[in-house]
């Protein structure tokens, strides 16, 4: 029987194949553990074996975890669509929000973060692939959405953030990946939050890490791959 230990150095290897293959340095990807929907000890196995970066997509289950964690000095991400009306738990116990896709959002996450707190890590989503259901900006609007929240004072603008359509198409993932790989070269070349700190794209999961990795993700978000299969707690 596999352990989260085999399983995360089996997802290691993948993303440093992948860099190796791309012509990229394996310590440039960073491998986000998504957790959601299993329990505090199956997070505290994964730090154990060396994992340091975990991301959420549901508020209540991820602010009891970090408090139950507290005392592991682990970083903490929140990936998933965010109501307004729950802002204010996010932007006090997380180090990271992937999923901004409007402005009244970030505008909650920056009037509400402690002021004793660093600034929030903040990504832009975009819709790469144009699906209705999907949350995410418009590719077109984001620079507009990106300068204003480069522009809040208790967040930081590190990148942009995408989750494509699922597909075994590796071609048409890649341009997906391209396409937020653009838009973030674009928004440095504008100077947009400043080049030095728009740093992240955020892209890849368990089923799509190779692609992601060979068009420049600097964090990829697998939960399956290291976890294993787990339905959304009820309540």
């Avoid at 996450?109 to 600034?119: G, K, N, V």
Wanted: glycine residues 10%.
């Amino acid at each position: 029987m596999t352990t989260i230990d085999d399983r995360l150095r089996a997802v290691r290897a993948r993303i440093e194949a992948a860099a190796r293959a791309a012509g990229r340095d394996p310590a440039s990807v960073g491998l986000l553990a998504v957790s959601k929907t299993w329990p505090a000890e199956a997070v505290r196995e994964a730090a154990a074996a060396g994992q340091r970066t975990f991301g959420e997509n549901y508020v209540q289950e991820g602010v009891d975890k970090i408090e139950a964690l507290r005392g592991l000095g682990l970083e903490w991400h929140f990936i998933g669509p965010l109501q307004s009306n729950k802002t204010r738990p996010v932007a006090n116990a997380f180090d990271w929000v992937h999923g901004i896709d409007r402005l009244k959002i970030a505008e909650r996450l920056s009037a509400q973060r402690d002021e004793s707190l660093p600034p929030l890590n903040v990504c832009i989503q975009v819709n790469v692939s144009g699906e209705d259901s999907k949350s995410g900006v418009a590719p077109d609007e984001a620079a507009a959405l990106a300068r204003a929240v480069a522009g809040l004072p208790r967040l930081r603008l590190r990148g942009l953030m995408c989750i494509p359509e699922p597909t075994g198409d590796d071609a048409l993932l890649r341009s997906r990946f391209a396409l937020l790989r653009a838009l973030k070269a674009q928004l440095a070349a504008d100077g947009v939050a400043g080049a030095p700190q728009l740093d992240t794209l955020s892209m890849g999961m368990s089923h799509d890490i190779e692609p992601a990795v060979a068009e420049g993700a600097t964090i990829v978000r697998v939960g399956t791959a290291i976890f294993g299969e787990r339905g959304r707690p009820a309540g």
